[in-house]
T-cell receptor, first 112, second 114 residues
Framework: DGGITQSPKYLFRKEGQNVTLSCEQNLNHDAMYWYRQDPGQGLRLIYYSQIVNDFQKGDIAEGYSVSREKKESFPLTVTSAQKNPTAFYLC???????????FGEGSWLTVV | AQSVAQPEDQVNVAEGNPLTVKCTYSVSGNPYLFWYVQYPNRGLQFLLKYITGDNLVKGSYGFEAEFNKSQTSFHLKKPSALVSDSALYFCAVSLRGGYNKLIFGAGTRLAVHP
C-alpha cells in the first residue's frame, strides 16, 4: 500500500537521551516534513526537506535534527537539548507547491 | 503575521442536523486552503482543498467547504452530521509559490450527539 509509515508509535525517553523517530514514504514525493502537536494547539513545523540532501528549519527547530539521505526517508532526532519533548510527532510528505500534504499516523514521545 | 483562526474550540450538533466548522485566515496573496480531520491517536486525514475556481469545494465523506474571498473565510460544512464525524478538525493554508508550507489553525473539536 502507498503511504507514510512512522515508527515507533510510542517511545519513551530518559533525561539526557537522544531518540530518533523514523519516517518512510513510498509516494514518490519530493518534499517531507516533521510537525509537532501539543494538546490544544495546532501543528507546528519542526523541519522540512524539499529534496534529497537538503533540509531547512521550521518554526521550532531548536533541540531537533534531521537528515535526508534518501528520497523515501526523513528521520527526526530529538536531542537532549529539547527541554520539553513530550508531544505527538507527525511526519508528512507532498509534491510541489499547492499539492496536498499527506500525513503519517504519528508517534508519541514521552519523557520519563 | 500570517495566521489561521478557528474561533470555536468545540462545536456540538445533533445527528442528522447540518454542521458548520468555521475558519478564517490572514495571509498575503491568494493561498491554497485545506481541511483535515484527526481521529484520536491518529494522523491527519485530508478532507478537501481549494485551489481556484468554484467557491464551493466538495470533499471526502460528504463534507464541503465554502471559500469567501472578501471575508477571507473557508468554512467546512456537511448537510447531515453523523456520530462518526466526531473528531478534531483543522483548517490550514499554504502560500502560492515557494515551498509547500502549511499554516494550521488550532483545531475545532466536533461532537455529534445521537
Amino acid at each position: 500500500d502507498g503511504g507514510i509509515t512512522q515508527s515507533p508509535k510510542y517511545l519513551f525517553r530518559k533525561e539526557g537521551q537522544n531518540v530518533t523517530l523514523s519516517c518512510e514514504q513510498n509516494l514518490n514525493h519530493d518534499a517531507m516534513y516533521w510537525y509537532r502537536q501539543d494538546p490544544g494547539q495546532g501543528l507546528r513545523l519542526i523541519y522540512y526537506s524539499q529534496i534529497v540532501n537538503d533540509f531547512q528549519k521550521g518554526d521550532i527547530a531548536e533541540g531537533y535534527s534531521v537528515s535526508r539521505e534518501k528520497k523515501e526517508s526523513f528521520p527526526l532526532t530529538v536531542t537532549s537539548a529539547q527541554k520539553n519533548p513530550t508531544a505527538f510527532y507527525l511526519c508528512a510528505s507532498s509534491g510541489k507547491s499547492g499539492n496536498t500534504i499527506y500525513f503519517g499516523e504519528g508517534s508519541w514521545l514521552t519523557v520519563v | 503575521a500570517q495566521s489561521v483562526a478557528q474561533p470555536e474550540d468545540q462545536v456540538n450538533v445533533a445527528e442528522g442536523n447540518p454542521l458548520t466548522v468555521k475558519c478564517t485566515y490572514s495571509v498575503s496573496g491568494n493561498p491554497y486552503l485545506f481541511w483535515y480531520v484527526q481521529y484520536p491517536n491518529r494522523g491527519l486525514q485530508f478532507l478537501l482543498k481549494y485551489i481556484t475556481g468554484d467557491n464551493l469545494v466538495k470533499g471526502s465523506y460528504g463534507f464541503e467547504a465554502e471559500f469567501n474571498k472578501s471575508q477571507t473565510s473557508f468554512h467546512l460544512k456537511k448537510p447531515s452530521a453523523l456520530v462518526s464525524d466526531s473528531a478534531l478538525y483543522f483548517c490550514a493554508v499554504s502560500l502560492r509559490g515557494g515551498y509547500n508550507k502549511l499554516i494550521f489553525g488550532a483545531g475545532t473539536r466536533l461532537a455529534v450527539h445521537p
